[in-house]
């Protein structure tokens, strides 16, 4: 199994009796022009805490969180350097309106695959669900309307799966979702075992001494069914709320 890093939301950043500012730059997407608007920073002695890029076609948006407190000039002369770059179509700062904090104005909506999303604390979200807890028919279900609509949204049609390597693969959606880290260890269509680690259903589990990722059968269920076209059924074998290493699933179809 793989190491794992963390990939931050990009929204906010806090450093005690630094000079923070955020930068928008709408620039052609192709390659080098990161590189370019980075050096610019470097240049003068500004450090990037924070980068994202949107690419939504052949413009694209870069984002930077920055820390400007050792720079060698104010920051508007600084960023008004990208207004002399060819590829840049237009570019926005703002500076620290606190001192110490600031949170993104300019990124805003988050997306995933183009689509607006909300951002919940995992904390959140298990609080929430757990007012469902003895109603594991509603959480099965709402995993099932998730499982399939993720399937229909993000797997290409006509995609065969023949190695449980594969089907990992579709299920990775999970993982970049922030669901947990899938891998399918068996695979065939009459029986497959799904591991997810750091499924984060295991602490509604450990919350309410539960051992049963329902919500989680639930959306393997739906997503394996929209992917076949087949009915399947999805039980967890254990689960990492009893202590085990990870949560594992057992799919199986007619
Ligand atoms: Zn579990």
């Known amino acids: ?5 963390s990939r931050e939301m990009f929204s906010h950043y806090i450093a005690r009796n630094r000079k923070l500012a955020e930068v928008v730059v709408i620039a052609e997407n192709k390659p080098g022009v990161l590189a370019v608007l980075a050096n610019v920073l470097s240049e003068h002695g500004i450090n990037i805490v924070s ?3 949107t690419p939504t076609g052949p413009v694209g948006s870069i984002f930077f969180l920055v820390d400007y407190t050792e720079a060698d000039k104010p920051l508007s002369e600084v960023i ?3 207004g002399k770059l ?3 179509k237009e570019y926005h700062y703002r500076e620290q309106v606190l001192p110490s904090i600031i949170f993104t104005n300019y990124a805003f909506p988050p997306t995933l695959a183009n689509r607006r999303v ?12 757990s007012e469902f807890v003895d109603r594991t028919d509603y959480l099965k279900q709402l995993g099932r309307y998730m499982g399939e609509y993720d ?3 993000y797997v290409p049609e006509g995609v065969e799966v023949k190695k ?3 089907l990992s693969e579709l299920l990775r959606v999970l993982q970049v979702k ?3 880290v899938p891998e399918v260890v068996e695979f065939s269509v009459e029986r497959s075992k799904i591991v997810i680690r750091e499924l984060f259903e295991k602490e509604l589990g450990e919350a309410k001494e539960r051992d049963h990722c329902v919500f989680t059968c639930g959306y393997l269920e739906g997503f394996l069914s929209k992917l076949f076209g087949r009915e399947f059924r999805v039980e967890e074998e254990y689960c990492a709320s009893v202590g085990k290493p990870h949560c594992c699933f057992i799919a199986t179809s007619r």
């Open 1 to 5: 199994m793989s190491q794992l890093y």
């Open 51 to 53: 980068c994202s890029t």
């Open 80 to 82: 008004s350097t990208y």
């Open 86 to 88: 060819g590829f840049v």
């Open 118 to 129: 909300i951002v919940i604390e995992v904390e959140k979200f298990i609080k929430l669900l």
């Open 151 to 153: 399937c229909s949204m």
């Open 164 to 166: 449980p390597s594969e």
């Open 178 to 180: 922030g669901f947990g």
